[in-house]
């Protein structure tokens, strides 16, 4: 079967830096994805990762260990606007999409 | 450009009864894809159809059907309601629906069955 965690909330101060972990079981692998969902709004890519390593895209980093089945997302300069959920979601080899339930990071003054 | 539209954007329906909802892709993208979101939840992914050929299909009952049209838009079709089905669905385009391609989502329609 296909699981996906990743945990349910988490806060961060304005400036920091947060990490949100993705750890992933699934028939088959094409692709981990990470997308970025305001309340009442669909949601929009932030990074792609199919070869295991860290791929930096100016504030945000992902990063994937497929031997291990984990990836985490990291948010660097944390502002008020990065308030939001962050869906991890895998692509197996029957080329569909399994998405996490999201983590919801509150971002605080 | 336009981005992915879906309507309606809210929909009001009692158990029993069937709903459609439509999607128009992105322009050029030929594979959509339908996805439930419960509140608290990711999206689950239903259907993606591909050149008007259905590609996948998630773990949903029969009540759920969908179809694509010769311009690529889509419809979802929900028969006999129940109280679950409300949720947000999203409708999501990409160009070819291969491996490497990113979905790009439409805001959704939110349905309540009461």
């Known amino acids: 079967g296909q699981n996906i965690d990743q945990p349910t909330e988490m806060t961060a101060t304005e400036g920091a830096i947060v990490q949100i972990n993705c750890t992933y079981q699934?028939?088959?692998?094409?692709?981990l994805f990470w997308y970025q969902q305001h309340a009442g709004e669909a949601p929009t890519f932030l990074s792609y990762?199919?070869?295991?390593g860290l791929e930096e895209k100016g504030r945000f980093s992902s990063f994937l260990s497929r031997s291990k089945g984990y990836s985490y997302l990291l948010l660097k300069e944390l502002q008020m606007k990065d308030s939001a959920s962050y869906l991890c979601?895998?692509?197996?080899?029957?080329?569909?999409?399994?998405f996490g339930s999201g983590t919801k990071l509150n971002v605080k003054p | 450009d336009a981005g992915v539209t879906q309507s309606p954007t809210h929909l009001i329906k009692t158990r029993g009864q069937h709903v459609t909802l439509r999607c128009s892709p992105i322009?050029?993208?030929?594979?959509v894809s339908w996805y439930q979101q419960v509140l608290g939840q990711g999206p689950q992914f239903i259907f993606q159809?591909?050149?008007?050929?259905?590609?996948g299909r998630g773990n949903f009952p029969d009540r759920f059907s969908a179809r694509q049209f010769p311009n690529y838009s889509s419809e979802l079709n929900v028969n006999a309601l129940l109280l679950g089905d409300s949720a947000l669905y999203l409708c999501?385009?990409?160009?070819?629906?291969?491996?490497?391609?990113?979905?790009?989502f439409g805001s959704g329609t939110q349905l309540s069955v009461l």
């Open positions: 999501a385009s990409s160009p070819q629906g291969t491996t490497n391609e990113k979905l790009f």
């Open positions: 990762n199919v070869l295991d």
């Open positions: 979601a895998v692509r197996d080899s029957f080329n569909k999409f399994y």
């Open positions: 159809y591909y050149e008007k050929e259905e590609r």
């Open positions: 322009s050029g993208h030929k594979s």
């Open positions: 699934t028939s088959g692998f094409n692709g």
